[in-house]
Nanobody
Framework: QVQLAESGGGSVQPGGSLRLSCAAS????????IGWYRQAPEKQREWVAAVFSSGRTYYEDSVKGRFTISRDNAKKTVYLQMNSLKPEDTGVYYC???????????WGQGTQVTVSS
């Protein structure tokens, strides 16, 4: 099993950029699929992006062309580069892992992203 820790959040103006990191500990990190999720105030947590163990990437429609998910297996880290940020991107961002056929059910504290003027 792998443990994950999010970092890199902050407060930016619309159009700005942030790079989030999801740092992992444990063995066999390269075999896991990793996803980013976010939760806005008063809303349900939603999926944002994922990078599979194969390196394939997937994005929710609203972030396509603006966000890039990547992984560095040597550093056991997954990144979410967020450009052209919009106020609706505001929320707490979490990373999650898939082991076997199931996504994890334990969520960390996440990292806060605030986009406002």
């Amino acid at each position: 099993q792998v443990q994950l820790a999010e970092s890199g959040g902050g407060s930016v103006q619309p159009g700005g950029s942030l790079r989030l990191s999801c740092a992992a500990s444990g063995v066999n990190f390269s075999l896991y699929d990793i996803g980013w999720y976010r939760q806005a105030p008063e809303k349900q947590r939603e999926w944002v992006a994922a990078v599979f163990s194969s390196g394939r990437t997937y994005y929710e429609d609203s972030v396509k062309g603006r966000f890039t998910i990547s992984r560095d297996n040597a550093k056991k880290t997954v990144y979410l580069q967020m450009n052209s940020l919009k106020p609706e991107d505001t929320g707490v961002y979490y990373c999650q892992k898939r082991y076997g056929s199931a996504w994890g059910t334990y969520w960390g504290q996440g990292t806060q992203v605030t986009v406002s003027s």
